[in-house]
């Protein structure tokens, strides 16, 4: 996929998540305030931070989009990455700052004397629900057709939603059937699923900010295909490391040690084209040529007689 096609999907999944998440956000607020219930009012917060988190990804993404330049000579990916931890940072917050509102009312008992929560509160977990978890899937779709770690993010960001309009729809359910401790009880499940996806994005970030190896399926696939070229009679090393969310390959391979320098070139050439035409992720492999030098036979001993 070229940069074009990977800005153009990346552009509108954010802009359909976020003119969702806008309008979401706003449902979820007035039917909170309405409906009486802290916890919806705290998961429309939620989703209002989802629009300052995607523009965030829309951002990053971008950014990682341009070509490589004098100051970047190796392209921009790892800016998505950059996005991805500030997404996570923004989770954080969020999560700490619904959490706070939960134990708070807790332990200042004002929950006692919080209005029972209306079936318009109900209704709007459920909508939420049911909307958070369809913009889950349409944009993970996306992020694995371009394979965008920062979408991906965002793509998690939705399903830890959906997971807090679940504790919503829970702590209406109890604050509705006489147990209203269950909707401030609800905030506090909401901040600790929030405060899990900061973690997992954040993790998954770092790997791809510290040059860690590709998956262990795709490493092999490169190696069986090098194997498999025309010419190359080993592989004698093979590193990989992820740049944002591409590949970066240093192979070594064997070939005849009688070959003319020009034949050894063009099958290393071969070999380059090859890796690039065949995986898609892989931005640039360097492919360096040794010459063949096959294992010595083990000597075998000898007796007096001159049998083995």
């Not at 993970?140 to 997971?163: C, F, G, T």
Request: a negative charge; charged letters at 20%.
């Amino acid at each position: 996929m070229n940069g074009s096609e990977f800005t153009k999907t990346a552009v509108k999944t954010s802009v359909v998540t976020i003119l969702v998440n806008a309008a979401l956000a706003i449902f979820k607020l007035l039917a909170g305030i309405f409906g009486a219930s802290i916890a919806l009012i705290s998961d429309a917060v939620h989703s209002a931070s989802d629009v300052f988190s995607t523009v965030i990804v829309l951002i990053g993404i971008k950014i990682s989009a341009k070509k490589a330049d004098k100051k970047h000579p190796f392209g921009h990916e790892r800016f998505e990455c950059v996005a991805a931890i500030i997404l996570a940072v923004v989770l954080v917050a969020t999560g700490a700052g619904i959490g706070y509102s939960g134990i708070n009312n807790i332990v200042s008992g004002d929950y006692q004397i919080a209005e029972i929560p209306k079936n318009i509160a109900l209704a709007a977990a459920i909508v939420s629900i049911v909307v958070k978890e369809a913009m889950f899937w349409y944009t993970i779709i996306a992020a694995k057709k371009i394979n965008s770690s920062a979408l991906k993010a965002d793509a998690w960001h939705h399903r830890s939603d959906a997971l807090s309009s679940v504790g919503s729809l829970i702590g209406v359910v109890g604050a509705m059937c006489g147990v209203p401790v269950l909707d401030s009880v609800a905030c506090i499940v909401i901040c600790a699923m929030i405060l899990m996806a900061a973690f997992k994005i954040f993790i998954d970030a770092i790997k791809k900010m510290t040059d860690e190896a590709c998956d262990e399926k795709t490493e092999t696939a490169i190696r069986e295909f090098i194997e498999g070229c025309d010419g190359v009679k080993c592989v004698d090393d093979l590193m990989t490391r992820m740049f944002g969310n591409r590949i970066y390959v240093i192979a070594e391979i064997a070939c005849s040690g009688d070959l003319p320098l020009y034949d050894a070139h063009e099958i290393a050439e071969s070999v380059h084209r090859g890796i690039e035409e065949n995986f898609p992720l892989v931005k640039h492999i360097t492919v360096h040529v040794n010459p063949f030098n096959p294992e010595p036979e083990p000597e075998t001993e000898t007796n007096e007689n001159g049998g083995t």
